[in-house]
């Protein structure tokens, strides 16, 4: 009998301490669910508020950029038209500046396109530009830019070929000043003869025409505008860029 109640009674005491050891493992594994499901709603609300500043600044960056494009094609615009460089037919609507209406829409669009491309292909290629990174080096870009684009209209050369390798070395000399970059370089090819092509099929569909065309239905410098100028929102949009990703870290 003795024997008998012992047994038993180690039985109970082994059943209550499997009880309590099931009771404090579930207990452990629902704090552990707790936990999870905070840190989880922490992530998705830090998450959705990250997406919603980065979309933010992205329009920001945007509207900035296409007002910049529509500045620079409104006035750089009046400087081919004063000089007779472009001509656009009578019967087209004219603004103000006397530029065609849809031009200052289309390279604002442009620009922020552009702008916005080229610190994203930067952050793609693993190799962030911090080559003279600040506002007074970009104003200083844009000066130049429009003292090439002033260039083209101003200055008198025996031909179109002399000019267009003034041009073009101005070029890349605006390149090589501000922004020094592959990436820079790839992109403002790029934009040169895209832009050079949209061009060439505008002219041909008679929307406008350029005087004394040597390269098909326009002039041979032309891509070189067309590449300081991408290098140059380029160049605004890094800034742009570089400024949205200081005020979170500075907050």
């Keep these: 009998m003795p024997r008998l109640e012992q047994h038993c009674w180690s039985c109970s005491c082994s059943t209550r301490v499997k009880s309590e050891n099931i009771s404090s493992a579930s207990w452990f594994a629902s704090k552990v669910r707790e936990m999870m499901t905070i840190i989880t709603t922490i992530l998705s609300s830090a998450y959705g508020s990250l997406h919603s500043i980065r979309t933010a600044n ?20 009046l400087l081919q038209i004063q000089r007779n460089v472009t001509l656009f037919p009578e019967e087209v609507i004219s603004t103000l500046f006397s530029s065609a209406w849809w031009i200052p829409p289309c390279c604002g ?9 080229y610190p994203c292909i930067d952050d793609h290629l693993g190799e962030p530009h911090k080559f003279k990174r600040e506002w007074a080096s970009v104003m200083r870009c844009i000066a130049v830019f429009v003292g090439i684009n002033h ?14 390798l003034t041009l073009g070395a101005l070029s890349l000399g605006l390149w090589w ?11 403002g090819l790029t934009i040169a003869f895209l832009a050079t092509l949209i061009t060439q099929f505008l ?46 870290h500075s907050d």
């Design 177 to 187: 000043t501000f922004d020094r970059s592959r990436s820079g370089f790839g992109l």
């Design 109 to 117: 669009t442009a620009a922020a396109v552009v702008g916005l491309l």
């Design 203 to 248: 002219v041909y569909n008679g929307v406008y025409q350029y005087t004394s065309p040597d390269f098909l239905y326009i002039r041979s410098w032309l891509p070189c505008i067309f590449f300081s100028g991408g290098v140059t929102v380029g160049n605004i949009g890094r800034q742009l860029a570089m400024g949205s990703m200081e005020k979170p």
């Design 151 to 164: 260039a083209s209209a101003k200055l008198d050369f025996a031909n179109n070929v002399q000019l267009s």
């Design 58 to 77: 992205l329009i920001r960056r945007g509207i900035v950029l296409f007002t910049v494009g529509v500045f620079l094609a409104l006035v750089l615009n």
